[in-house]
C-alpha cells in the first residue's frame, strides 16, 4: 500500500500555499488522533521523524474491498518512516517489511485490553492496538523519536491519484491480479483510481512476490506522486489544487499536534528540498528460520543502521536478504563451470556461450546428475568469496538462483571451453549447474558507457 506516502506531500502543500483562511477551512476537515504511548520514549535530536502508515479500513466507499478482519476497523500492509534530518536539508523514507517479525512491547488494544508484548509480525502492533501501539513498537526498534503520523486509506488514496492525473508506470509482464483488482497488459500505462490503487498493493504478480519487492515498487512511485506534484503545474492551477486539497483532506488522517502552524513550520523548513533529496531504504532484513515466508532484522546490520539515522550520517541502500555486502564483482572477474543436469543436449555449451558473450570467464563445460532446481555453487574454501561471486552470476539470470555454501558437484564428462579470454583472473571458480527449472540468461544489449547510467534492463523493464 505504497500510497501513505503522499500523505505528507498532501500535508506541506496544505501548509506551504498562501490562501490562509480558505486552508484553515480545508484543513478542519481532516480527522484526527491523539498521539498517546507514554512517558518513556526516545529523545529529541532536532530531527523531523514522521510515520506514514497506510490503512485497509472497510468503512465507508471501502466496504466494497471487503469485511472487516477479525471484527477489527483496519489493517496495514506498509509502514514507513520518513525521516527529515536537523538542518532540513535532507529525508530518508524508511520502510518496515510488513513481514518483519519482532518484539512488540505491551500496548492497550484497540477494544481497550492490554495486548501483552512478545514476538510477533510488524504490522500487528497496528492491527491490533492501532497507531499508538505503532508508534511505541518503532521506537523501541529503533529509539527514534516518532513525532507525527499520517494515515491514508483506500478511497482517499484513489481520489489523491486521480486529482494529479494519474502516474505513468512501466509493466515488465501482463499482470491479473483478481485480490489487488489489477488487469492490465506489459507495457506503459496511466494508472488512476483503481488501478493505481491496485499497482501499489498487488505482491504476488509482480516482482519476486516478496514484500521486499513490493516495498520497492511502492518507493519509486511515491517518488513519481511527489514529483507530479511539486513539479506538475499542481500548485498553479486553482482547480486542480482545489480538487487535489478536497480528496486529500478525506483521505488522511493526522494526530492533533501536527496542526496548520506545525504544518506551515515544516513546509517553510523544507522549502529548498527536492524529490532528489529523498532517498528510499528498507530495513535491513534476512530469512526468518522458523518461517521462510517471514523475515527479521538483520543485527548488527538493523542497529547500525538505526544509529545512523538517529546520528545523521548518510545511509545507504542495503543488500537483499541473503546478498553479500561485498564490493560488486565484474563479469571478467569470475571463472565459471557450466554443468548440465537437464536431459537436453548441448544446454551447457549454449548457456556458456551467452555467458561469455556477457564478459564471464567460461573455463569449464559439462554434464551433471540430474538436478530439478538450478543451483549456483562454491567450494567451501571460497565460502569468503563465494557469495560474491555467485551473486554475479545470479544477477545475470532471468530469476534469480543461489544455494548455500557447498562442496562442488562433480563433473561428469567435462571438458575445457574454449574462452577468448587470454588472462584468467584469480578468485573462487563459480559453478553453475542448469537444473529443469532452468530461468535462463538475461539479454544485455550493447550499450555505450556514455549512456549506461541512463538506461534500465530491458529484461525488467520493456519501456526503455
Not at 506489459?186 to 493505481?196: R, T
Not at 543488500?319 to 571478467?332: C, D, L, V
Request: with cysteine; net charge positive.
Amino acid at each position: 500500500m505504497g500510497w501513505v506516502s503522499v500523505g505528507l506531500t498532501v500535508v506541506l502543500v496544505l501548509a506551504s500555499l498562501g490562501a490562509y483562511a480558505y486552508y484553515r477551512r480545508i484543513e478542519g476537515g481532516i480527522d484526527r488522533e491523539t498521539i498517546n504511548v507514554g512517558a518513556s520514549r526516545p529523545p529529541e535530536t532536532g530531527a523531523l521523524n514522521v510515520l506514514l502508515v497506510g490503512s485497509d479500513s472497510r468503512e465507508g466507499d471501502n466496504k466494497k474491498y471487503g469485511a472487516k478482519s477479525q471484527g477489527l476497523g483496519e489493517r496495514t500492509d506498509t509502514i514507513m518512516l520518513l525521516h527529515i534530518s536537523p538542518n532540513r536539508d535532507k529525508a530518508t523514507m524508511i520502510s518496515f517489511p510488513r513481514d518483519s517479525m519482532v518484539v512488540i512491547p505491551t500496548c492497550e488494544g484497540r477494544n481497550g485490553t492490554v495486548l501483552v508484548g512478545g514476538l510477533r509480525q510488524i504490522n500487528s502492533a497496528f492491527n491490533d492496538g492501532g497507531i499508538n501501539c505503532t508508534i511505541k513498537t518503532l521506537e523501541s526498534l529503533t529509539n527514534i523519536k516518532i513525532n507525527h503520523f499520517v494515515k491514508v486509506d483506500f478511497t482517499g488514496f484513489k481520489g489523491i491519484i486521480d486529482a494529479i492525473g494519474g502516474i505513468e508506470i512501466c509493466l515488465p509482464k501482463p499482470v491479473n491480479d483478481p485480490k489487488a483488482k489489477l488487469v492490465l497488459g506489459a507495457g506503459k500505462h496511466v494508472v488512476k483510481g483503481e488501478q493505481a490503487l491496485g499497482y501499489v498493493r498487488t505482491r504476488y504478480a509482480l516482482g519476486d512476490g516478496s514484500d521486499l519487492s513490493r516495498i520497492q515498487r511502492q518507493q519509486i512511485f511515491l517518488t513519481k506522486v511527489m514529483q507530479k506534484v511539486t513539479d506538475g503545474g499542481l500548485l498553479t492551477d486553482p482547480g486542480k489544487l482545489n480538487d487535489f486539497l478536497l480528496a486529500a483532506t478525506q483521505a488522511v488522517t493526522l494526530d492533533d499536534k501536527l496542526s496548520l502552524d506545525r504544518m506551515l513550520e515544516i513546509a517553510r523548513s523544507v522549502s529548498g528540498m527536492t524529490t532528489k533529496e529523498l532517498k528510499g531504504i528498507t530495513v535491513p532484513t534476512q530469512p526468518y528460520p522458523a518461517d521462510k515466508n517471514r523475515v527479521q532484522f538483520s543485527e548488527p546490520a538493523a542497529k547500525q543502521f538505526f544509529e545512523s539515522v538517529r546520528n545523521d550520517i548518510e545511509v545507504t541502500a542495503t543488500p537483499a536478504p541473503g546478498r553479500s555486502a561485498a564490493p560488486k564483482i565484474e563479469n571478467s572477474q569470475v571463472r565459471v563451470q557450466v554443468l548440465n543436469g537437464t536431459t537436453e543436449g548441448g544446454k551447457a555449451a549454449l548457456v556458456a556461450s551467452e555467458l561469455a558473450a556477457q564478459g564471464f570467464v567460461v573455463t569449464q563445460v559439462g554434464t551433471a546428475p540430474a538436478a530439478a532446481a538450478t543451483s549456483i555453487r562454491y567450494a567451501k574454501k571460497d565460502a569468503a568469496q563465494g557469495p560474491a561471486y555467485g551473486d554475479a552470476v545470479a544477477a545475470r539470470l532471468s530469476k534469480d538462483k543461489r544455494t548455500p555454501v557447498v562442496g562442488k558437484v562433480k563433473p561428469v564428462n567435462s571438458q575445457p571451453y574454449e574462452s577468448k579470454v587470454t588472462t584468467v583472473p584469480d578468485g573462487p571458480i563459480v559453478q553453475l549447474v542448469i537444473g529443469a527449472d532452468w530461468p535462463g540468461v538475461r539479454v544485455v544489449s550493447a550499450i555505450p558507457d556514455s549512456l549506461k547510467d541512463k538506461v534500465v534492463d530491458s529484461t525488467t523493464n520493456p519501456c526503455v
